[in-house]
């Protein structure tokens, strides 16, 4: 089972767990912070799901439909959780606004302290090894799960004390108040995620520090005159390159294909996971006159 894999199904029995402490504790307190809190654990759970399931999908291989692979499953999986916090953030929105004009009053906030408590320190756990994962695999889907679980350790401490300052200090309306701020954070973590996904989806190019630390190892090759045309984007988590090169036009073909398995080896200890096209062109080739996003040398600034 791979990692990325690994991570969602951690993800799904930390919601299961944490989904069911909160339900005990909204119907011991009727807090609508712990409500919310309810509410977000249940949409994690159906989040997780979906992780799982592009996940898995995106790990398929390659088939006759499909050349590129299903990287881009993650991807839409990350969509569907955006969408998902987003209706929680509302129905949580609406549910505190309710409560603030009815003046309603939670109980027992120990029992809703306690099981935040315990969500705090099963989800700093789960977010801990979601970021491992992350860092080794580059899951868009992983990384968007856990931008959300790591909302919930903002939510959770905020449950903690909307319920001090209310049953405690005696602060009527905080408990809703709180409701509020965690709906609004739900929001802004749903615009943040959905971000990554999109520009998956429109395969945007590499960040410039890595497009130009791409350039400066192909840079190395003498026998490169030129390098034009570089077109990056990333599915799932998996790279793809395609560029063209000016070589010199008296070269053979099978000098210039040995050129490029070094260039491709070299590429691939650098970037690994990368999967690397490139078109060979006799120097001062030019495709496309007037274009400078294709016909630009990027080496002329590295040498």
Not at 184 to 199: E, H, K, N, P
Request: hydrophobic content about 50%.
């Amino acid at each position: 089972m791979n990692l990325a894999r690994r991570a969602a199904l951690a993800s799904v029995a930390c919601a299961v767990l944490l989904g069911t402490l909160k339900a005990w504790a909204a119907w011991r307190t009727g807090s609508v912070a712990v409500l919310a809190s309810l509410a977000d654990s249940v949409l994690d759970l159906v989040a997780s799901l979906v992780t799982l399931a592009g996940v898995h999908w995106a790990s398929q291989p390659a088939d006759h439909d499909h050349r590129f692979g299903h990287g881009k499953a993650e991807a839409l999986a990350a969509l569907f959780q955006v969408a998902v916090i987003a209706v929680s953030a509302f129905a949580i929105l609406l549910r505190a606004s309710q409560r603030l004009m009815e003046h309603q009053s939670s109980v027992e906030a120990e029992y809703g302290i306690a099981v935040s408590l315990i969500a705090i320190v099963v989800t700093l756990a789960l977010t801990r090894y979601q970021r491992a994962v992350v860092r080794r695999t580059g899951s868009i889907a992983i990384g968007t799960d856990r931008i959300h679980y790591e909302s919930d350790l903002f939510l959770n401490s905020a449950v903690i004390v909307a319920l001090a300052l209310e049953s405690y200090a005696g602060i009527a309306g905080a408990d809703a108040v709180f409701g509020i701020a965690i709906g609004l954070w739900l929001l802004f973590g749903a615009w943040r995620a959905s971000v990554a996904a999109i520009d998956q989806l429109m395969d945007k190019e590499w960040p410039e520090e890595k497009r130009q630390r791409f350039v400066e190892v192909a840079a190395r090759h003498p026998e490169l005159i030129g390098l034009h045309d570089l077109r990056t984007r990333t599915s799932g988590s998996k790279d793809f390159v395609q560029f063209h090169i000016w070589m010199d036009p008296h070269m053979t073909v099978l000098e210039s294909h040995d050129v490029v398995e070094r260039l491709e080896k070299e590429l691939a200890e650098e970037f690994p996971g990368t999967e690397v096209l490139i078109h060979v062109d006799p120097e001062g080739q030019i495709d496309e006159p007037g274009n400078p996003l294709a016909e630009t040398d990027l080496l002329k600034d590295t040498r």
